[in-house]
């Protein structure tokens, strides 16, 4: 049967005290090497945990916040989970609904025998403007769903969809803020109006009654809008609505009906039926039933493992510095100019982060070589992905003279687990934090913008869980 | 292979004050320096046969020279070897004497670093690297690297291994105030260095070398020319350079306690200077020391001090101007700053001014073998060069 075979999910490490902006509880914020996709990339390789990726033959991508207007974001994301290059990848864009959207195509792509596993991953880091109520309300985040048509854990039983046409939250082209209308239309013509009209849609159709539903996984606009629709749709809001998560990470956009819906599997069981429905332009709405492979799923960091983990900011201006929102001093320049040639015939190097190993002596090395370190025989090298290996610090630097939104810059060279070795940032990291021999993971973040280009790479982090 | 010990000479040499010369074009300092070694050899432009130009961020090719210096269509060559290339412009230079092509030949190296906006002009990505996913590593977060797996393998603690680091800053900061061609000449002391801010830790302000505008120049012949010319000419006993393959970064279990570069440079220098014993033969030494941790390396590297015991060394004094085997009596990187390819022909000139007892208030006492050390590029991918010079005798 077809459904969600797998799940991730990823909440960045740190969280905005609301009491900086006049609020309650914590919102995510995704570090300033982060974005939609990098987030994406991380709830993937959370999701693909222990799968061949080999396996996947689609990825779609979900976000309203990609780095270009035009150029896709999937292959990127595809790169960076290391999928193959013979799949069907694209972006679902521009709306609050693009995660389940996708996720309703891949289901429906999976079904059709286009495909027999589909990565599903949304992921968003919307802005809103500084001490603003949308800044206060809105967080960062990402997760994925792989759907396949065996084992699924999680299948569909329904689903129903609004087409609805309404100027209610929007971000013209080439602007940084999201506007909206006042929230008394936006409310209650829109988010209410319509997500009330798709879900009784799917429920009057296919003979539901809301005492079916174990769980109901609502997007939300705030917690008093979201308890308010599940009561008018005659559910519990006590007992059967899943949490929205406003004060430990807040709205993430596309992003967060699919989060929410994974915080409800990791605690759901066997026998479950969970209602899904999203907002944007319309709604999504999805009747899902648990079956008991859903066991098999509970070794991800998903929504609790990344939720646990977490360094709270109460400095204001960092969080503004990091949004690109406070000028900075310019640094020395490097020598060296963009190439997209270069970029291009590095790919695999920098985004998959595929070294190389010598066929003769064993030994691996990154970034991939021709000539062996270690017994110099030519030519004979396999790929060697590091990815997801751990790795060991040698030694490790912190600069205080490039400037960057976070100082001091931590340089570390990493002593992979299985051989190689690399130099790379340490991110998310106080120096207090690390020593020699510190044991580190593999992330993927944004190195830089040169020329209206985003530069891919990976840094070292301490683990997250 | 053979040696290049006793084959050439150096006839005269000049070397500019080092610092912040705003007034100074590079023409200024080209000319400055090389009419000073002029001077000193008693020849004049038009004797120079072939000459060598060390630049890095200072022109491109050996035209700059040429312009400067009113070269009248001599062959002119530039040299760029990182901070090597001070001494490999010089190398190249005896070895075109070596040869027996040329029989007078000019070594130049100069730098406008001041001319650029914060000095360094631009950094070097590691390696080349068009994609621009790495990043510029300042040169303190490169030679930083070396520091805290030094302190942890020899058991110091990183406030004891700070203070050993801040001992020599104070070393180099004394000998700087001796020397009038210092861009800094003033004493500093051990508390300035550790309260100074740090700049990639565990490296302070003041555990790193100045940036500054210099230029020193060498004229070369072969020895029979050269005693007729003056007594006290300076005998090339070595010259070797070694360069690093990037062995550091790309295995993964090599040490960042010692530097290889150094090591291999080293034993090749000895071999071919046929010195067994540098501590007690090496009279004085000029090292690459742009930050201090690099210092108490090349101690180490260099066979000064044993494996681990450099910073016994530094506690008794032993590479101070009055200690058994003074290193960088004439300030160093630390008072020079590090006009890239200016460096190497600077250290020199003060080897060349001391075997000819004519360092004044530095005079080291019996100075008859000098070494000199350079130490560019980023680790893994280091390029070590290492001369020997002596008096004839």
């Known amino acids: 049967m077809v459904g969600i075979t797998s799940y991730g ?32 990339v991380a709830a993937a390789r959370d999701c693909l945990n222990g799968i061949d990726r080999e396996a996947v033959e689609g990825l779609y991508f979900a976000t309203t916040t990609p780095p270009y207007a035009e150029k896709l974001g999937a292959p990127i994301v595809a790169m960076g989970a290391n999928l193959r290059r013979d799949i069907f990848a694209t972006d679902f864009a521009n709306s609050l609904r693009a995660g389940t959207s996708a996720l309703k195509l891949a289901l429906d792509t999976v079904k059709a025998g286009s495909a027999k596993k589909v990565l599903v991953a949304a992921a968003d880091c919307r802005l ?38 309404i100027v209610d939250i929007w971000r013209p082209e080439g602007e940084k803020f999201v506007r909206y209308w006042e929230e008394r239309f936006t409310a209650t013509m829109g988010y209410l109006s319509v997500v009330r009209e798709a879900v009784s849609g799917l429920m009057k159709k296919n003979n539901y009654k809301p005492s079916d539903f174990s769980k109901v996984v609502l997007y939300a606009p705030t917690d008093r809008r979201c308890a308010e ?11 059967q609505l899943q949490n929205p998560l406003f004060d430990v990470m807040g709205n993430t956009g596309t992003a967060f009906p699919l989060m929410l ?11 479950d039926r969970i209602l899904l429905a999203s907002y944007g332009n319309g709604s999504d709405a999805f009747v899902f039933q648990v079956n008991k492979q859903i066991e098999k799923i509970r070794d991800r960091r998903g929504m609790k493992g990344h939720l646990a983990s977490k360094k709270v900011i109460t400095d204001y201006m960092r969080y503004l510095r990091w949004r690109g929102l406070l000028p900075m001093e310019p640094g020395v320049k490097t ?10 015939r590095e790919r695999d190097q920098n985004l998959r982060l595929q070294g190389t190993r010598c066929q003769a002596c064993g030994t691996v090395q990154f970034p991939p070589q021709r000539i062996c370190t270690k017994c110099h025989a030519k030519d004979q090298m396999e790929p060697y992905y590091l990815s997801d290996k751990k790795g060991k610090i040698a030694t490790y630097v912190g600069d205080h003279i490039t400037p960057m939104p976070e100082m001091p810059t931590i340089t570390a060279e990493v002593d992979f687990e299985g051989g190689g070795r690399m130099e790379c940032y340490t991110t998310d990291t106080m120096l207090e934090q690390l020593a020699i021999g510190s044991v580190v993971e593999m992330t993927f973040r944004k190195m830089r913008v040169e020329d209206g280009v985003h530069i891919y790479f990976w840094k070292s982090t301490l683990p997250r869980t | 292979m053979e040696s290049i010990a006793g084959k050439v000479a150096i006839v005269g040499m000049g070397c500019t004050k080092f610092g912040e010369l705003w007034d100074k074009s590079f023409y200024d300092l080209i000319i ?23 630049s890095r961020e200072t022109g491109y090719t050996g035209t700059w020279l040429a312009g400067a210096l009113k070269l009248e269509y001599i062959p002119v060559t530039r040299v760029e070897n990182f901070c090597a290339g001070g001494q490999d412009v010089l190398r190249n230079a005896c070895y075109g004497v070596a040869s027996g092509v040329y029989d007078i030949a000019l070594a130049c190296g100069v730098e406008k670093c001041k001319d650029h906006n914060i000095g360094m002009s631009f950094l070097i990505t590691n390696p080349f690297d068009r994609s621009m996913t790495e990043w510029a590593l300042p040169p303190a977060s490169q030679f930083g690297q070396y520091a805290i797996p030094y302190f942890r393998h020899y058991g110091l603690s990183d406030e004891e291994g700070r203070r050993i680091l801040a ?24 508390e300035d260095v550790l309260n100074a801010p740090i700049i990639s830790w565990p490296l302070g302000l003041y555990d790193a070398c100045g940036v500054s505008d210099g230029c020193a120049a060498a004229i070369v012949t072969t020895p029979e020319i050269a005693k007729s010319l003056r007594k006290d000419y300076m005998l090339v006993k070595a010259q070797q350079i070694a360069v690093g393959g990037n062995q550091l970064k790309l295995q993964s279990g090599r040490d960042f306690h010692h530097i290889q570069e150094n090591e291999e440079a080293a034993k090749k220098a000895y071999q071919e200077a046929g010195i067994t014993n540098p501590r007690k033969e090496i009279d004085l030494a000029e090292v690459h020391d742009c930050f201090t941790i690099t210092e108490l390396l090349i101690y180490e590297g260099l066979g000064f001090s044993a494996p681990g015991k450099g910073p016994e060394d530094v506690e008794a004094g032993t590479f101070t101007l009055a200690g058994e085997l003074p290193v960088n009596p004439d300030g160093g990187l630390k008072c020079f700053g590090h006009p890239i390819s ?25 100075a008859r073998i000098g070494l000199t050390h350079s130490l560019g590029g980023n680790l893994g991918q280091h390029i070590c060069a290492i001369s020997i010079f002596s008096m004839p005798d």
Request: charged fraction near 25%; aromatic fraction near 10%; charge should be negative.
């Open chain 1, 9 to 40: 999910a990823y909440v960045p490490l740190f969280r905005l005290d609301r009491k900086v902006v006049g609020g309650r509880g914590e919102k995510a914020i995704c570090g300033f090497d982060e974005d939609s996709i990098t987030m994406a």
């Open chain 1, 128 to 165: 809103g403007i500084p001490r603003s109520a949308f800044e206060q309300n809105c967080g960062d985040g990402a997760c994925a769903l792989l759907i396949g048509d065996t084992d699924a854990a999680v299948t569909v039983e329904a689903s129903y969809s609004i087409s609805d046409e």
């Open chain 1, 229 to 239: 629709l599940a009561r008018s749709l005659g559910f519990d809001a006590k007992t």
């Open chain 1, 261 to 271: 819906l994974v915080a409800a599997l990791e605690e759901a069981k066997a026998g």
């Open chain 1, 335 to 344: 020598v060296e100019f963009y190439s997209a040639v270069a970029a291009w």
């Open chain 2, 32 to 54: 400055d320096a090389c009419y000073e070694a002029f001077e000193d050899a008693g020849l004049e432009s038009k004797d120079i046969q072939a000459a060598w130009y060390g």
């Open chain 2, 167 to 190: 001992k020599i800053a104070v070393k180099n900061h004394h000998n700087g105030t001796l020397n009038p061609k210092a861009h800094f000449q003033r004493e500093i002391t051990v």
């Open chain 2, 342 to 366: 200016a460096s190497g022909l600077r250290m020199t000139y003060e080897i060349y001014k001391q075997l000819q007892d004519k360092a004044g208030p530095r005079q080291v006492k019996n």
